[in-house]
């Protein structure tokens, strides 16, 4: 079935209604930090409802802050309209079956080679470039990946025991 | 269980002087919007001079590396106007992200602004 546009209607597309089955809460802000705030208060309510104790809360909401500012930051170049897409879904991990809450960042910003990205050396002491490090600690695992067509998906993941 | 505390105004909630220190009460959230306010601050509180500039965290429930940076300049700044940066009241939580960065050590860190006034 093709619309006026001669683009086809996905209808009852499987692959994209599981998907957003799965997807507990989706949270569209635009890169400005004035929103983090709104971030902040979305991840806490979701780590509440999943069962996270409040430490492992605390160090969830700092890794979403700290992967939202990197987009804000290297992504989009400052702070604009353009959007950011955070994804909670509660999960069951292949790897021992264990439940986790899995957070998905969408950006359509700057493509970079996922490989590149990574915590800088902590013994040069100088402000700033720690984000990744901070991620790459309290979440039980980050990947990093290009976007289809533009932007990134980051994907973390915090095991709830 | 809800949080209505978190939005960032008014992160530098005091200045106060105590002799020739400066004592910089913040509160709420640290975030990158407000850690830009903490840094003009302390630009400001810098160029008088002060013997230590003591850094009230007690009131902060959240700081992530943006707020961390912005102490790390501070502590830069001081050294090269030969004063002091002592922090406290630090929460659990925002220790935390010291520790992650191996920052705690290179911190004056007290429990109270009394023990930092102190020494």
């Known amino acids: 079935m093709l619309s006026q546009t001669n683009r086809p209607i ?17 949270l569209h802000i635009c890169a400005n930090p004035d929103y983090l705030c709104v971030a902040r208060s ?10 996270l104790e409040k430490n492992e809360t ?8 700290e992967a939202l500012t990197n ?64 991620m790459q600690s309290v979440m039980d695992k980050t990947e990093f990946k290009k976007a289809e067509d533009c932007g990134m998906l980051l994907r973390m993941i915090k095991y709830i025991e | 269980m809800t949080n209505n505390q978190s939005y960032p105004q008014n992160v530098i909630k005091a200045i106060k002087h105590h002799n020739q220190d400066v004592i910089m009460q913040l509160a709420g959230e640290i975030d990158m919007k407000s850690s830009a306010k903490i840094k003009d ?18 009131e902060v429930n959240f700081m992530d590396s943006s707020g961390l940076a912005v102490l790390v300049g501070a502590l830069k700044r001081s050294r090269i106007n030969n004063s002091e940066l002592k922090l406290t009241g630090l929460t659990k939580d925002v220790r935390g992200i010291f520790e992650i960065c191996r920052l705690e050590t290179i911190f004056q860190i007290f429990d109270t602004t009394d023990e930092a006034l102190e020494k």
Do not use: W
């Not at chain 1, 996905?10 to 989706?26: A, C, H, I, L, P």
């Not at chain 1, 979305?42 to 069962?51: K, L, M, N, P």
């Open chain 1, 10 to 26: 996905m209808k009852n597309d499987t692959k994209k209604q599981n998907s957003s089955m799965n997807t507990k809460v989706e």
């Open chain 1, 42 to 51: 979305a991840v806490r309510q979701v780590a509440y409802i999943s069962g």
């Open chain 1, 58 to 65: 605390e160090q969830l909401t700092l890794a979403v802050v």
């Open chain 1, 71 to 134: 987009v804000i930051r290297h992504s989009y170049g400052g702070p604009s309209d353009k959007p950011i897409i955070i994804k909670f879904n509660k999960i069951n991990c292949p790897d021992g079956k264990k439940p986790a809450l899995e957070i998905v960042i969408r950006d359509f910003g700057k493509q970079v080679d996922p490989k590149t990205i990574e915590g800088r050396n902590l013994d040069d002491i100088k402000p700033g470039g720690v984000g990744v490090h901070i």
């Open chain 2, 41 to 58: 601050k302390f630009k400001e509180i810098f160029s008088q001079k002060p013997q230590s500039v003591i850094v009230d965290m007690t």
